[in-house]
């Protein structure tokens, strides 16, 4: 019995439901049903990452099940953000609902506690949380990950604008303060320190901040030529719109580490984000025979292009039913063996799934926001300015897989 810790199951064809206990039990009985925990926040601050992820979980099992003949079901897990409310529901999928493969996860704090209850609970996960820490000093042989970590992440967004910006000099960073933000910062200080420039400020925030006024006046009083924010989702998209209200954009390039894709755009409008730069996993006009795909899926069933949530969430949760069709079996070990040095038609163009500590090598790209007039289309709000991979070396990552 599940008792008052409910699941919701998501499956090929029926939307989103909340599941009871009797529910669960006849889906289980009903044949040999593939299942993927979705583990994401469906409430609080990043709701509306966790949204998309279980759509493009949807997907996923949809586009499987018609693949192989097989009935795959995904249950989305309310993490809530919240590192002790994600383990639990984790646990609880593992031992009562027999779940073993698991794709989710947002922020990086609730993606280091899964990982590990995963591994120890006879599972796997797969992420797309971005922090340095979960394929390095704490990787487990259970947590693989899709993303590009943050040291990737900033070298890939801040070192082109170096270059294209020789005269910003000086530098100033809004952060989160937890392992995620952590990571950027610190990848970004090792990057200015490298090019001889100035890192003038930083203001750190709580993860329930709102309200980023002061941090914004105090970014003015140090006069950078870049703002570069640190901080994601709904917390981000805060702090833009009171960056332009104060009219931070006429006074220095503003550049977002981290967007969280075209929601972020949709929610934004053109107007406010012309000409602000964005660091991306993903974007729905990658050149790739796989998003192509991804694309066409998205918009027969919710007449929308994919934005970064939902496309994480798919291709995290295909490369786990992949690797369990694979191998004929959801055992941990088994799957485990099927995704590592898996090479595969990633949404990126080639991905490969690096052996030593379970890193996918994919690109990271550099938008420019452009002018709602040059806009080709209601989602052309950006170009790709440039693409290209960072990872350290797995000798460097402090990964140290059995």
């Given at each position: 019995?599940i008792g ?7 499956t090929?064809g029926?939307?989103?439901?909340l ?7 006849h889906?289980?009985a009903?044949?040999d049903v593939?299942?993927v ?6 409430s ?8 998309y992820a279980?759509m493009?979980?949807?997907i996923?099992?949809?586009?499987a099940?018609a693949?192989y ?5 995904t249950?989305?897990?309310d993490?809530?953000?919240k ?5 639990r529901?984790?646990q ?15 922020l990086?704090?609730e ?14 996960f797969?992420t ?7 394929t390095?000093?704490e ?5 693989f990950r899709w993303?590009v ?5 900033i ?7 170096i270059d294209?910006?020789p005269?910003a000099?000086?530098w100033?960073?809004?952060?989160p ?7 950027l910062l610190?990848a970004t200080k090792?990057v200015?320190?490298?090019k001889?420039?100035e890192l003038v ?6 993860l ?6 002061g ?7 140090a ?9 994601f989702?709904a ?10 209200s104060?009219?931070?954009?006429e006074?220095m ?8 894709g075209l ?9 406010l984000?012309?000409?602000?730069y964005f ?6 006009t990658i ?16 007449n929308e292009?994919?934005?970064y949530?939902?496309?994480?969430s ?6 786990m039913i ?8 959801t055992?941990q ?11 595969y038609?990633g949404?990126?163009?080639e991905?490969?799934v690096?052996?030593?500590?379970n890193?996918v090598?994919?690109n990271?790209?550099l ?6 007039s ?6 052309d709000?950006a170009e790709?300015i440039?693409s290209?991979q960072?990872?350290l070396e797995?000798a460097?990552t ?5």
């Amino acid at each position: 019995m599940i008792g008052r810790r409910k699941l919701l199951l998501s499956t090929a064809g029926a939307g989103l439901f909340l599941a009871s206990p009797g529910l669960l039990r006849h889906a289980s009985a009903a044949g040999d049903v593939l299942k993927v925990g979705i583990p994401v926040p469906i409430s609080g601050g990043n709701a509306a990452n966790g949204k998309y992820a279980s759509m493009g979980a949807i997907i996923a099992a949809e586009e499987a099940t018609a693949k192989y003949g097989r009935e795959v079901k995904t249950f989305d897990l309310d993490t809530e953000g919240k590192p002790a409310t994600a383990v639990r529901k984790v646990q609880d999928a593992i031992q009562q609902e027999g779940i073993q493969l698991f794709a989710g996860g947002i922020l990086s704090s609730e993606s280091l506690a899964m990982g590990k209850e995963a591994d120890k609970g006879g599972a796997n996960f797969i992420t797309t949380a971005g922090a340095d820490e979960i394929t390095g000093t704490e990787c487990n042989a259970a947590t693989f990950r899709w993303s590009v970590p943050t040291f990737g992440a900033i070298n890939q967004s801040i070192r082109p604008i170096i270059d294209a910006l020789p005269n910003a000099k000086r530098w100033y960073t809004v952060t989160p303060q937890y392992v995620f933000g952590e990571g950027l910062l610190q990848a970004t200080k090792d990057v200015l320190e490298e090019k001889g420039l100035e890192l003038v400020g930083n203001s750190y925030h709580s993860l329930t901040e709102k309200e980023f006024s002061g941090y914004l006046t105090n970014a003015i009083a140090a006069k950078p030529d870049v703002l570069l924010i640190l901080n994601f989702g709904a917390q981000c998209a805060d702090t833009l719109r009171q960056a332009v209200s104060f009219g931070l954009k006429e006074r220095m390039t503003i550049v977002v580490a981290w967007a969280s894709g075209l929601e972020q755009f949709e929610a934004l409008g053109a107007d406010l984000c012309e000409g602000i730069y964005f660091g991306a996993q993903y974007w729905h006009t990658i050149d790739s025979p796989t998003n192509a795909e991804l694309v066409k899926l998205t918009r027969a069933k919710y007449n929308e292009n994919p934005n970064y949530s939902l496309a994480g969430s798919y291709i995290c949760t295909k490369l786990m039913i992949d690797a369990a069709m694979k191998a004929g079996s959801t055992d941990q070990k088994a799957v485990q063996a099927a995704l590592k040095g898996m090479t595969y038609a990633g949404l990126t163009g080639e991905e490969m799934v690096r052996p030593e500590d379970n890193q996918v090598i994919k690109n990271y790209y550099l938008l420019k926001a452009k002018a709602k007039s040059a806009m080709a289309d209601k989602d052309d709000f950006a170009e790709v300015i440039s693409s290209g991979q960072s990872f350290l070396e797995v000798a460097n990552t402090g990964c140290k897989l059995s």
